[in-house]
């Protein structure tokens, strides 16, 4: 077993050359694994190397291999871990709040200048969000209710059955479920008393994904 800081260092060699094609610097390294002299990292290497962890490449300044990584982590990575991913659980970022969002009738979209809402970590930890307030009533039996706060994930198209933003005649926005059949764009309501509005595909654009939904109950 690694103790946790070769661990470290292992990791962000290997990932550095995937991501990089190249080997860190020192300094990276040293930032990387917390140590503050170079001597630390050079010890740190020498014990990956006699361990069949590492090799040096030869006729190469700084280069390094990575012949394996560990199956297994040590245990006080894997608790560092689930620290941080606590702390993120229980953190909140900013993203851009737009105006209403029909889940009716479409309306035009309108975005707040330099308006944002605060939204947990975990609903956005990858991509670019934005917040949409939810108006009408045809999402309510996929539970989406009127004044509800919509997450949504910028994107540019949709498979069938995801909640999308649709965008109609550049000028309209509405909540629904996107469905592509033959030569049209369905946007499907969920709710029966509401019909589903069959458009040309190029009347329609998908502006994002709903990523998550957020209700406030006073």
Known sequence: MLTPKQYKLLMFIDN???????????????DAVGIKSKSGIFALIEELIERDFIRKLPHKARALEVLKTPKFKPRDIIEEEKKIKLALQNSSVQIP??????????????AYENETTSVPFDLVERGEFYALRV????????GIMDGDLAIIKRANNADNGQIVVALVDDAEATLKVWQKKDNEIWLKPCNKDYEIRKLHPSRVKVQGILNGII????
Not at 16 to 30: H, L, R, V
Not at 135 to 142: Q, R
Request: glycine content about 10%; proline content about 5%.
């Open 16 to 30: 550095t050359i995937k991501e990089n094609g190249c080997c860190p610097s020192y300094d990276e390294m040293k």
């Open 215 to 218: 209700r406030r109950y006073n």
């Open 135 to 142: 108006e009408g009533e045809s999402m309510v039996e996929a």
């Open 97 to 110: 709040l737009y105006g209403k969002i029909a889940a009716g009738t479409p309306i035009e979209a309108i």
